[in-house]
């Protein structure tokens, strides 16, 4: 073993490990295993967390080393695995890729755990395929855009990435398969531990599987053995589970027939079993050659041949990606696939000269000082260094000004259409296949009565587009709004969510509020007297809250507004109720869970309060609003949306991704309704913190508004930006925007305004 490097790779301190790991019986989990202690052994003070990839949960008793398996099925398990390595304090997250050990269409569960990491992740590669099925190909491709590096154990791989998948050059790095550290031996010296005196053995070695081509060289024994009568041909190795569950030992019985069809039981033996890697070594090192007579010419990886080099075994080995390598420049013997007369020439001419044995032992064995597992470590520890250097970091002390965005109308126009607007973009493309909902067409009515400076002629096309889908919406039969609709104007369902009645309620009461033309207060007074008795049936506490907030706004229109003052005081007591239930000392809230447009509902207490002049109504919602503003809060002060990753938990901490505008919109709203029934400056510092959350002053310090448009993302991830621009997302920014002027404007009337807070 080699003494460990000092040098400035060790400041990485702590690593999170995926892979396969023993005691489960494959190739990849003793490289994953093998990696783990070379790591270890290399870097005494790396703290390594090792998650191990189950296929059977509860089949394998893993070693205290592994820190949690994850069930290959289990799509939650992901989720919570990402969740966990983002508290862990690792600093990088290195997975072991093999299609196959991973859940999903081509392994595609562990894009959901890369998509919730915000760690630089490197890829070690097994398998690169150079014809890939359409999922194959969407995998690695994506693990392509996520990984800072990816690790190929062959320069064959990195041409592949390059030609197939266009990776980018610098993204490679080209780590060979590591291999133990055994001093070369004389054969002879270890036969007898086997029972092979006197024998001249070739060795093959892995879990048996019809790929591995064994049948060749059983076929080219005879031939072998007229020539070497003490030839013997020792194949080790399980047969590979997948293959067991799907057709038993039918592979390696076939393999018997033939041995003794070519009467070739004395010269043939079988090992049936998965050996630890000492035991395994040993029968290596007893070996006088080595043979992979694999049938895929793409292997890029083979552990087993690495192991052979590693020993210095001379090598007999058909011409697959990874043997061409590792074999070239005369360091082992090449012949083609499904060669039977060539593997018997190769063979038994090794096997008669044994100078020229000889002489390819030592060139293989020097080849191996190159590839020993402590030289892996270091070089993987070399680029784990320069992905977490390169992370961008923030610096402290130095915040950024943030200046209010005007309203702008540009990115609705663009989801927009004679028929409303659309509800989901490619980028910034509106996408037609998923065509319209009353949410966001609810949202948009919302906007037109808000947003400043508009046109008559704008304002007037625009309230009628969507004031007139919110109208259509409406199923006089059902006695509901519909929420749905495909672009071809047909519905998709008779009636919608609770969520989208109560929207387009709330959307009913503020036009008719707050409009700007006589004639779209009267049309949306109207459809709420109509309509918002529909109320009553909501049995959500959002959905209630979004028709309160419709309710409060016809109150202010028209004071004492019978259905409007029903909503407000029915809803309110259930909210109050709700928070009574509920409520522990460390949990201030309506519901055991938080999920979306959380401060909705403080906000539409406060609302109901001061409409009706209730300050009982307005206290429950204030603090309700102070606890939830207390965990929208990152440690470094900044506003952090509760991330969809966290809904449904009960009693639990928010968890910090995936972030949407919605929530950052909805806070803005409730701290400029605290603002306006209580006058306390404090609801202007949080109301500015929500909405500079759009402007970059968040966990990523990524802005999520486009300035230039008016468009804004729709969400902040781990690992970046969700680039799509969808309906919602544009009009939480545009409210907002309208929502902070007003804000604004309320603290410039103020002595001696609050300092922008960065």
């Not at 090992?271 to 000492?278: C, L, R």
């Not at 100078?355 to 030289?375: E, F, K, N, V």
Request: net charge negative; charged share 25%.
């Amino acid at each position: 073993m080699s003494a460990p490097i000092d040098v400035a790779i060790a400041r990485v301190d702590h690593l999170a490990l995926i892979g396969n790991f023993l005691p489960r019986k494959c190739g990849l989990a003793t490289y994953t295993t093998h990696t783990y202690q070379a790591l270890v052994d290399q870097f005494p003070d790396l703290q390594i967390d090792v998650y191990a990839m189950d296929d059977h949960p509860g089949r394998y008793a893993y070693p205290p080393e592994v820190t949690r398996s994850i069930p290959e099925q289990d799509l939650a398990a992901y989720i919570d695995t990402a969740r966990v390595i983002e508290a862990s304090g690792a600093k990088a997250l290195w997975v072991q890729h093999e299609y196959g050990i991973y859940g999903g269409a081509a392994g595609d569960h562990l894009l959901t755990l890369l998509d919730r990491i915000s760690l630089p992740v490197i890829v070690t590669l097994h398998t690169i395929l150079e014809r890939p099925s359409a999922d194959e190909r969407r995998v690695m491709e994506a693990i392509l855009r996520r990984a800072s590096k990816v690790i190929v154990m062959a320069e064959r791989g990195r041409e592949i990435l390059l030609r197939v998948y266009g990776a980018q050059p610098r993204a490679i790095a080209m780590i060979p398969h590591g291999v133990p550290d055994r001093p070369l031996v004389d054969p002879d010296t270890l036969k007898g531990r086997f029972g092979w005196e006197g024998r001249e053995v070739i060795f093959t070695f892995g879990l048996l599987a019809p790929n591995k081509g064994i049948e060749t060289v059983i076929e080219a024994m005879p031939a072998i053995v007229e020539r070497c009568p003490k030839a013997h041909y020792v194949v080790l190795g399980a047969t590979h589970p997948n293959l067991v569950a799907h057709e038993g030992e039918r592979y390696r019985e076939s393999l018997a027939t033939l041995v003794a069809a070519l009467g070739m039981q004395d010269h043939v033996e079988f090992v049936d079993a998965f050996v630890e890697q000492d035991e395994l070594l040993d029968y290596l090192q007893a070996a006088d050659i080595y043979a992979t007579p694999y049938h895929n010419p793409a292997q890029i990886t083979s552990g087993a041949l690495s192991y052979a080099v590693g020993v210095g075994k001379p090598v007999v080995s058909t011409p697959y990606v990874h043997a061409t390598e590792i074999l070239a420049d005369h360091h082992g013997i090449l012949v083609d696939f499904r060669d039977t007369e060539a593997f018997a020439r190769e063979i038994g001419d090794l096997l008669t000269d044994e100078s020229r044995r000889d002489r390819l032992s030592q060139r293989a064995y020097a080849r191996g000082r190159t590839m020993i597992w402590p030289r892996l470590a270091e070089a993987a520890l070399v680029e784990f260094e320069a992905v977490i250097a390169a992370r961008p970091r923030r610096l402290p002390g130095m915040a950024a000004e943030y200046v209010a965005l005007a309203p702008d109308l540009s990115a609705v126009e663009r989801m927009s259409d004679a028929t409303g607007m659309l509800q989901h973009s490619i980028y910034s493309m509106p996408d037609r296949r998923h065509g319209y909902c009353i949410d966001d067409n609810a949202r948009a009515l919302i906007l037109m009565c808000r947003i400043d400076p508009l046109t008559e002629e704008q304002r007037d096309k625009w309230m009628a587009v969507y004031g007139s889908f919110v109208q259509f919406a409406w199923n006089p039969d059902a006695r509901r709004f519909r929420n749905f609709m495909n672009f071809d104007r047909t519905w998709c369902e008779d009636q919608g969510s609770e969520d989208s009645n109560g929207r387009a309620l709330w959307a009913l009461g503020v036009a008719a509020s707050e409009a700007r033309a006589q004639k779209h207060r009267d049309w949306a007074g109207a459809l709420f007297d109509q309509t918002a008795s529909i109320a009553f049936d909501l049995g959500s506490p959002r959905a209630q809250a979004f028709a309160m907030l419709g309710a409060a706004a016809m109150v202010e229109a028209h004071p004492g507004h019978g259905l409007a003052t029903s909503i407000l005081n029915r809803f309110a007591e259930q909210l109050i109720a709700l928070c009574d239930i509920t409520r522990r000392p460390e949990w201030q809230w309506f519901e055991i869970v938080l999920a979306y447009d959380n401060a909705r509902m403080p906000e539409a207490l406060i609302r109901a309060g001061h409409a009706l002049g209730r300050p009982d109504f307005v206290q429950c919602g204030i603090e309700t609003l102070e606890w939830i503003v207390e965990r929208q809060t990152s440690p470094s002060g900044r506003f952090r949306a509760v991330g969809t990753e966290s809904f449904g938990r009960p009693f639990a901490d928010p968890l910090p991704f995936d972030q949407q505008p919605l929530e950052a919109q909805a806070t803005v709203d409730a701290c400029s309704a605290a603002f306006v029934a209580t006058g306390d400056r404090k609801w202007i510092v949080e109301g500015l913190k929500a909405y500079r959350w759009y402007l970059g002053a968040n966990d990523l310090d990524l802005p999520l508004a486009t300035s230039q448009d008016g468009g804004c993302f729709d969400g902040l991830q781990p690992n970046g930006l969700n680039r799509n621009q969808g309906a919602e997302s544009i009009l939480a920014l545009q409210l907002a925007n309208c929502a902070i002027s007003s804000l604004s404007k309320a603290a410039e009337s103020m002595a001696d305004p609050p300092r922008a807070v960065a």
